[in-house]
């Protein structure tokens, strides 16, 4: 995945903290501390976006240098950024965002019945990391990937066992690749589809075909609210295969 690079540039530092005097001077954070986080950019305009963490804290990117990035729609990153202050205009913090990597962000796809296998593949993965936050089915896994070969992931409604539970087929396709190399790669499926749960939680039954066959991981979901938070990754840079 291409990083968007962070340069320690002294005139951005003091623009900024001309900028932010009044957030700096109440609530003051060290600029040598920096976070890691997984996110949501959420668009305003054209020209500006925030970004929601996973328990919903809200980030404002005071000062986003040098990283030209505006999502069209809601998409997962990556971020590292620092923290300027507090309650900024509404926000639960400022910060300067110093990286930013997109993660591939899809809706739930379409079943397609007896053309599921042939469409969206049965290539098996292994599954490192699954969690729903804010709205979002987020995965990473690992798949024997060349580099050259963009692969073919998707989320795919299977049936509506019960009011209290959805069950989900996640798709591989492969595109016949080869690779004997073993790479992460990660995916996150916009779950605002699914039946609102009307302040409950519901039960996601996902099914996934991996190395040691098919398996169902099993996590909560309500779409009123977050109802897990980010897991620790296996993976420090995952790649975009998808």
């Not at 990286?99 to 809706?107: E, N």
Request: net charge negative; aromatic share 14%; with cysteine.
């Amino acid at each position: 995945m291409k990083t968007l690079k962070f340069f320690f540039v002294s005139m951005g530092l003091v623009i900024t903290s001309l900028t932010f005097n009044s957030c700096l001077d109440d609530n003051a954070y060290p600029l040598g501390n920096m976070w890691v986080s997984i996110a949501t950019a959420r668009p305003i305009n054209d020209s500006s976006f925030y970004l929601t963490l996973d328990d919903s804290t809200t980030l404002w990117p005071g000062a986003p240098l040098y990283i030209n990035y505006q999502p069209v729609k809601p998409q997962r990153v990556q971020i590292n950024y620092t923290k300027l202050g507090d309650n900024f205009e509404g926000y639960d913090y400022v910060i300067k965002l110093n990286t930013l990597d997109t993660i591939l962000t899809k809706p739930i796809s379409e079943n397609l019945g007896a053309k599921n296998d042939s469409v969206y593949g049965i290539d098996p993965v292994e599954i490192t990391t699954m969690w729903v936050g804010d709205g979002f089915l987020n995965i990473e896994f690992k798949t024997y990937f060349s580099g050259s070969i963009k692969h073919f992931v998707n989320l795919i409604p299977a049936t509506t066992t019960n009011e209290d539970s959805y069950k989900l087929g996640f798709r591989h396709n492969a595109m016949d690749d080869r690779s004997s190399h073993l790479r992460y790669g990660f995916v996150a499926f916009d779950l605002s589809s699914l039946p609102n749960t009307e302040g409950k939680d519901v039960t996601l039954r996902i099914e996934a075909n991996t190395f040691e066959g098919i398996k169902t991981f099993e996590k909560k979901y309500n779409s009123g609210r977050n109802t897990e938070q980010a897991e620790t990754f296996s993976s420090k840079n995952f790649e975009k295969i998808m």
